[in-house]
């Protein structure tokens, strides 16, 4: 075996890419048949079917930077998915929305989501998974510590 692949195979964090990669791959290979992506899917998922969502939710619902989702939200006004609309109180607010069309891509990401939720799950007992989402808790606080540690080195 591959020298790397041997040390790999042992690193959480390559593990996480490897399998984000085969499921971004899935997700992307399902959603082009729709007509869009799995980041406007995501963004579909994060909007709130019935009032819209401010823009200001929408990025670190998903974990994105801003500049991204702009370009995104961009694309889905183009291919009528979504609308915009100022808040009727608060004009500087603006809340995106879903058109007719946006609610049907909606419904297709969320049925595309729990199926495969369901089919790793059913691959799973219930100590594997309560281990899974224990050592997923623990990613967060292990993300931050390593940021920490590396602007104090950044700052000597």
């Known amino acids: 075996m591959d020298e790397f692949l041997g040390i790999a195979d042992k690193m959480v964090i390559y593990n996480l890419r490897s399998s984000w990669f085969q499921i971004s791959k899935l997700y992307n290979e399902m959603a082009f048949v729709h007509d869009t992506s799995v980041s406007m899917a995501f963004v579909l ?51 995106v929305c879903l058109t007719e069309l946006g609610k049907e891509k909606r419904e297709i990401a ?38 920490e540690k590396m602007a104090s080195y950044e700052a000597s």
Do not use: C, W
């Not at 799950?121 to 606080?141: G, T």
């Open 45 to 95: 998922l994060a909007i709130n079917e019935t009032e819209g969502t401010p823009v200001t939710k929408i990025a670190p619902r998903m974990g994105m930077e801003p500049n991204s989702l702009s370009r995104i939200l961009k694309s889905m006004e183009e291919k009528e998915f979504i609308y915009r609309k100022r808040d009727d109180v608060d004009k500087r607010m603006a809340f």
């Open 110 to 147: 969320l049925k595309a989501v729990f199926r495969l939720e369901k089919a790793i799950v059913n691959q799973l007992d219930e100590d594997k998974l309560a281990a899974f989402f224990e050592v997923a808790r623990h990613i967060p606080d292990a993300i931050d510590e390593f940021k």
